[in-house]
C-alpha cells in the first residue's frame, strides 16, 4: 500500500471515531469537502463501502468496522513507539490528553498540573471535561478519571484522590419548616434536589450502614444536571441534596447547610485515572502519573 493510502486510513479512522465529517474535519485541520473526497477515493481503491452517510451522521459499514478493529491496535503501537522517542530528550515532551469529570479536573488534576507546568515546558496536558462514562480508546485520549467502581477490569488504575463520602444537607430553614429525616426512609416526605445524569436518568441516592446498603429513588419538583445549582437550590431552602462531601464543607462549617444522615454514608473508592494495560507509557505521560499518583498522608 502506498503512503498516501496509510494517510487515508488515518483519515478514515477519524471520521468514523468522530461520527462527523465536520468534527472530524476540524480536528484534521482539513476542509470537509477534501475530507469527503478522500474518503471517496479509499473506498473506491477498496472497493468497499466504508461509512454509510445520513443528513445527520456518519457510521462505519460492517466493512468499516472490521477495518477499524485492525487500524487502532497498529496506530495506537505506531504512537507508543513515536512517543517513546521523547525520552531520548533532555526533558521529557508531548501531549497527554485525559477525559474527565469536572470536579476531578478542577480539585484534583489542575492543582497538580498546575505545579508540573513551570517545571517541564514541553509537556502538554489536555483536559477533556466530561461526566459520560467515555470510551479512552475511541477517543484517542491517553487516561481518564473515574471513580473506583466505575473502572473496567482490563484497564490500569492508579488512585489520585483519597476516598470519597457522600453528604446529604439542607438549609436549616426548610428543617424548621419540615423537620429531619431520621433514616433514608424518611425522604419520602421530604422535598429533594433530583440530578440529571449524563446518561439522562436520575441519580439514585446511595446509602450504606452497617454492611446494608439502600438505595432511594427520591422525589421533588427540581431537577437539575449541575453540583453547584444543585447546592444553591438546597441553600434557598427548596429541599435537600445529596452530593458528594467535600462540596459541602465550607457551606456546612459556615451554618448555610446543615449535614443530615452522616451515619448512613459510608467511605467508598475515590478517584482513580486508567488506561489500557496494553499501554506503553511515554515519558510525558509518566510524569503525568506521578504527578496526580494520590500518597495517603497518614499512611
Known amino acids: 500500500m502506498r503512503r498516501e493510502d496509510l494517510a487515508s486510513l488515518v483519515l478514515f479512522l477519524t471520521v468514523a471515531e468522530e461520527r462527523s465529517f465536520t468534527r472530524a474535519a476540524v480536528r484534521l485541520g482539513l476542509s470537509q469537502s477534501a475530507l469527503s473526497h478522500a474518503m471517496r477515493r479509499l473506498e473506491t481503491k477498496l472497493g468497499l463501502r466504508l461509512l454509510t452517510r445520513t443528513t445527520r451522521s456518519v457510521a462505519p459499514t460492517e466493512a468499516g468496522e472490521r477495518l477499524i478493529e485492525t487500524l487502532r491496535p497498529a496506530l495506537d503501537a505506531i504512537?507508543?513507539?513515536?512517543?517513546?522517542?521523547?525520552?531520548?530528550?533532555?526533558?521529557?515532551?508531548?501531549?497527554?490528553?485525559?477525559?474527565?469529570?469536572?470536579?476531578?479536573?478542577?480539585?484534583?488534576?489542575?492543582?497538580?498540573?498546575?505545579?508540573?507546568?513551570?517545571?517541564?515546558?514541553?509537556?502538554?496536558?489536555?483536559?477533556?471535561?466530561?461526566?459520560?462514562?467515555?470510551?479512552?480508546?475511541?477517543?484517542?485520549?491517553?487516561?481518564?478519571?473515574?471513580?473506583?467502581?466505575?473502572?473496567?477490569?482490563?484497564?490500569?488504575a492508579v488512585p489520585i484522590g483519597p476516598r470519597l463520602r457522600m453528604a446529604t444537607v439542607a438549609a436549616p430553614d426548610y428543617l424548621a419548616r419540615h423537620g429531619a429525616p431520621a433514616t433514608p426512609h424518611d425522604l419520602s416526605r421530604h422535598a429533594c434536589i433530583n440530578r440529571r445524569m449524563p446518561?439522562?436518568?436520575?441519580?439514585?441516592?446511595?446509602?450504606?450502614?452497617?454492611?446494608?446498603?439502600?438505595?432511594?429513588?427520591?422525589?421533588?419538583?427540581?431537577?437539575?444536571?449541575?453540583?453547584?445549582?444543585?447546592?444553591?437550590?438546597?441553600?434557598?431552602?427548596?429541599?435537600?441534596?445529596?452530593?458528594?462531601?467535600?462540596?459541602?464543607?465550607?457551606?456546612?462549617?459556615?451554618?448555610?447547610?446543615?449535614?443530615?444522615?452522616?451515619?448512613?454514608?459510608?467511605?467508598?473508592?475515590?478517584?482513580?485515572?486508567?488506561?489500557?494495560?496494553?499501554?506503553?507509557?511515554?515519558?510525558?505521560?509518566?510524569?503525568?502519573?506521578?504527578?496526580?499518583?494520590?500518597r495517603d498522608p497518614f499512611a
Not at 446511595?206 to 438546597?234: F, H, P, S
Not at 462531601?245 to 475515590?270: I, M
Not at 488506561?275 to 496526580?292: G, I
Open 199 to 294: 446518561n439522562g436518568s436520575l441519580y439514585v441516592w446511595e446509602y450504606e450502614k452497617d454492611g446494608r446498603v439502600l438505595n432511594v429513588k427520591v422525589e421533588g419538583r427540581i431537577v437539575v444536571n449541575d453540583v453547584d445549582l444543585i447546592l444553591t437550590a438546597a441553600r434557598a431552602g427548596h429541599g435537600l441534596a445529596h452530593v458528594v462531601e467535600d462540596r459541602v464543607l465550607t457551606p456546612v462549617a459556615d451554618g448555610s447547610l446543615v449535614r443530615l444522615l452522616a451515619d448512613w454514608c459510608a467511605p467508598f473508592d475515590g478517584y482513580h485515572l486508567y488506561y489500557p494495560s496494553r499501554r506503553q507509557p511515554s515519558a510525558a505521560f509518566a510524569l503525568v502519573l506521578e504527578a496526580l499518583r494520590y
Open 79 to 156: 504512537d507508543g513507539r513515536i512517543a517513546a522517542l521523547t525520552e531520548l530528550r533532555e526533558k521529557p515532551a508531548g501531549t497527554v490528553r485525559i477525559t474527565t469529570p469536572e470536579q476531578p479536573a478542577r480539585s484534583i488534576l489542575w492543582p497538580a498540573l498546575d505545579r508540573l507546568a513551570a517545571a517541564y515546558p514541553d509537556v502538554c496536558v489536555e483536559l477533556d471535561l466530561d461526566a459520560s462514562l467515555t470510551d479512552i480508546v475511541a477517543g484517542r485520549f491517553d487516561a481518564g478519571v473515574r471513580l473506583g467502581e466505575r473502572l473496567e477490569r482490563d484497564m490500569i
